[in-house]
């Protein structure tokens, strides 16, 4: 069984996901999907020129995990722009954060994304979870722990 996939932390979503040649008939226009975590990548690297190791820890990913979903953003969009194929940035494993946990029950830290709706330890089922992170982004999600 393959392991599963981590949600890459992401801290943009962009406004515009979809761009298209200009001049080119809709009926004859072909079409590359981009992830989410691929422009966010890009946008590290290419438009903020950090390194691969400071990109990889802002999305919480190994270097290499980075080093391939760089690689194949890149290769859709130069196919997207030298074949004339509209750009449709949209889908992917990703969140804008991710908390923290663990549980006063049996001790287990996690990880989980900022947008999960996380009641029980995935260990021991606990409902007495603590969000490790409440002094940072998670003050909003994390008042309902405070009493534990």
């Known amino acids: 069984m393959p392991r599963p996939i981590k949600p890459r932390r992401i801290?943009?979503?962009?406004?515009?996901?979809?761009?298209?040649?200009?001049?080119?008939?809709?009926?004859?226009?072909?079409?590359v999907q981009i992830k989410v975590e691929e422009l966010e990548a890009m946008r590290l690297k290419d438009g903020e020129n950090l390194s691969q190791e400071e990109c990889a820890?802002?999305?919480?990913?190994?270097?290499?995990?980075?080093?391939?979903?760089i690689d194949e953003a890149r290769k859709k969009v130069v196919d997207a722009l030298t074949k004339g194929k509209a750009i449709n940035i949209q889908g992917g494993n990703y969140t804008l954060n991710i908390c923290k946990f663990r549980c006063r029950v049996c001790g287990q830290e996690f990880n989980e994304k900022y947008e999960t709706e996380l009641n029980n330890c995935p260990k021991c089922r606990g409902e007495r979870i603590e969000c490790l992170n409440k002094d940072t982004f998670c003050q909003k999600r994390c008042r309902r722990n405070k009493d534990l």
């Not at 801290?11 to 079409?31: A, H, N, V």
């Not at 802002?58 to 979903?69: A, D, E, K, P, V």
């Open 57 to 69: 820890e802002r999305m919480q990913i190994s270097r290499q995990t980075f080093q391939l979903i």
């Open 11 to 31: 801290s943009f979503f962009p406004e515009d996901t979809y761009f298209i040649p200009l001049g080119k008939p809709q009926c004859r226009l072909e079409e």
